[in-house]
């Protein structure tokens, strides 16, 4: 949904995440995220090895990473397709998905409009305005459901697989989830 996903997901799971290289240079949010180890990743299809193996390398140091696969911000409202890029990892490793569902905002059920309202769409919102309204924000109530876990087995482990495995894996999770 926005930024604030990854101060809720880091209060709760230990990790680095993962973020576009472009985010290195956005002032303030570019140091941070370096500070606390975020591992910068190239988009473009030419760069994908590389990035891969950034992640690969932050795995085998017994890191947990985190990855947003739908490799944008939403609305809140709904579960994006995801991108399977970055689903190429060693075959030990697991994917373990989260769900996050933002349940109130200011002590008030979070509807529809709220998420909307708090959700960062870089494209459409100004940055600073919306840091100020989730500032002024006194209280958010999120809740962070960790799923079964995703292993490589014989019958899937190639990164389509594994991203639609995990997509539907969040997909059922929010099936009950009234926004």
């Known amino acids: 949904m926005s930024y604030i996903d990854i101060v809720v997901i880091g209060s709760v799971v230990p990790a680095r995440f993962i973020s576009k290289s472009d985010v290195r240079n956005w002032p303030i949010i570019g140091w941070l995220s370096g500070m606390f180890g975020t591992i910068f990743v190239d988009r473009k299809p030419s760069s994908t090895r590389a990035s891969v193996a950034n992640i690969c390398n932050a795995v085998n140091n017994r890191d947990n990473v985190v990855l947003f696969p739908e490799g944008t911000t939403s609305?809140?409202?709904?579960?994006?397709?995801?991108?399977?890029?970055?689903?190429?990892?060693?075959?030990?490793?697991?994917i373990q998905p989260i769900f996050l569902e933002y349940k109130e905002f200011n002590g008030f059920p979070a509807k529809r409009a709220d998420k909307k309202n708090y959700s960062w769409i870089g494209a459409e919102t100004a940055m600073l305005p919306h840091l100020i309204r989730i500032m002024e924000t006194r209280r958010v109530k999120a809740c962070v459901r960790?799923?079964?876990?995703?292993?490589?087995?014989?019958?899937?482990?190639?990164?389509?697989?594994?991203?639609d495995l995990s997509h539907k894996s969040l997909l059922s999770a929010s099936r009950g989830v009234h926004i």
């Open 75 to 94: 609305d809140g409202c709904r579960i994006l397709p995801f991108k399977s890029s970055f689903f190429k990892l060693p075959r030990e490793c697991v």
């Open 146 to 163: 960790i799923l079964p876990v995703i292993s490589q087995t014989e019958s899937c482990c190639d990164r389509k697989a594994l991203a």
